[in-house]
């Protein structure tokens, strides 16, 4: 239900600093500047839906996103629902049941390895480096990592 073209487009969800999630759209192509949006989430069945508590606005004031605290992301999928109004009429819904595992909507940006060590000898000229994976919000295995060592000369 709703008129055509309201329903908002290219929702995108990232994850960073392990608990922190930031979620952003665009606007429908026939969204007016009255188009109100609201974000409602599910992290799993277990839960219960809730609605997004700090919005990002565009120049409109019109919710064009949400920034989520402590997010933890127990299953392999979340639901999202955003509908919305304008001038006290229905838009269209945007509603997904969302696949971690996939990079369709949910993208997460990584820290940096944790606790890196580098011992050196001169004698031999050699040096090793220890490190351990980085928190992340959702992936357990550490062979999912794959890591890239720069070493200039100083």
Wanted: net charge positive; charged share 20%.
């Amino acid at each position: 239900a709703g008129m055509n073209g309201t329903a908002i487009e290219n929702f995108v969800c990232v994850i960073f600093n392990v608990s922190f999630m930031n979620c952003t759209w665009h606007v429908g192509r026939t969204a007016t500047e009255d188009t109100q949006y609201f974000l409602y989430w599910r992290p799993s069945k277990k839960e219960d839906v809730t609605e997004c508590q700090n919005y990002i606005k565009d120049n409109c004031g019109r919710h064009t996103g949400c920034r989520f605290q402590n997010v933890t992301i127990e299953n392999k999928n979340a639901y999202f629902l955003v509908n919305g109004s304008r001038s006290g009429q229905n838009i269209q819904s945007y509603g997904e049941m969302i696949p971690l595992i996939s990079d369709y909507i949910i993208v997460e940006k990584l820290t940096p390895p944790l606790n890196v060590t580098v011992s050196c000898t001169e004698a031999s000229h050699r040096c090793s480096i220890w490190w351990q994976p980085p928190r992340t919000s959702h992936v357990k295995k550490s062979s999912c990592f794959k890591y890239e060592i720069v070493i200039e000369n100083k």
